[in-house]
């Protein structure tokens, strides 16, 4: 006589709630990582050496903070802290490990061309040095009697766009109305290579 079939027992992930090798189909597979591991680590070996790797790393990090700490003297060690310090500013740590890097200050102007007439003058970066967006483009709008806006730009990051060919007289208005925006910061986009105005 034959055997009955058993059902089969499939591991459900309580987070994404998908059968466990499924999960870096999911869309959290960042947050069911932690509970792969523990588990199924048969079903991602390469999860469990990637965590091992990455404790392997911290415990080096943390050696070496103990090292330069303990340094010869304060002189030696203030120069190093300095630097990683600055890094961390620099580095922002998402969830799941991924690392988003902190923009740097500066105002980009691109000139575009539409139907081979009228061009469009885009300004990105003014909301970095703490400016109003909506306020720029009013004042944009009066200085230069056109149509300014401030719009989502492919990025999902709002700039202003400003009618008309205004790119290399926008530079002095930028810098004196808003005193925090360096000239050293502005750059136009030629030929799409980015050149300081300065």
């Known amino acids: ?67 330069i700490s303990s340094a010869d ?6 120069q190093p802290g300095d630097t990683s310090s600055s890094k961390q500013e620099e580095v922002k740590r998402l969830p799941g490990g991924k690392i988003k890097k902190k923009e ?20 990105k970066g003014l ?11 009013k004042k944009l709008g009066k200085k230069f009697a056109t149509g300014a806006s401030v719009v989502k730009g492919p990025t999902d990051k709002e700039q202003i766009d400003v009618q ?3 790119a290399y007289d926008i530079v002095e208005f930028i810098t004196e109305t808003w005193p925090a925006v360096p000239e050293t910061a502005i750059f136009f986009i030629e030929d799409g290579k980015k050149v300081p105005a300065a």
Request: aromatic share 6%; charged share 30%; hydrophobic share 35%.
């Open 73 to 78: 003297g304060a002189a030696s060690s203030a």
């Open 127 to 137: 909301d970095l040095f703490g400016v109003k967006l909506s306020d720029a483009s």
């Open 164 to 166: 008309g060919d205004i």
């Open 1 to 67: 006589m034959a055997e009955k079939p058993q059902p089969v027992r499939v591991l459900y992930c309580p987070i994404c709630s998908l059968p466990a090798e499924y999960c870096e189909f999911g869309p959290d597979f960042e947050k069911c990582k932690p509970w792969l591991i523990k588990n199924a680590p048969e079903l991602y070996p390469d999860l469990c050496k990637e965590a091992n790797e990455k404790e392997a790393e911290k415990v080096s990090e943390q050696l070496q903070s103990v090292g």
């Open 104 to 123: 740097k200050q500066e105002v980009v102007i691109e000139k575009v061309v539409r139907n081979r007439r009228k061009c469009i003058t885009i300004v």
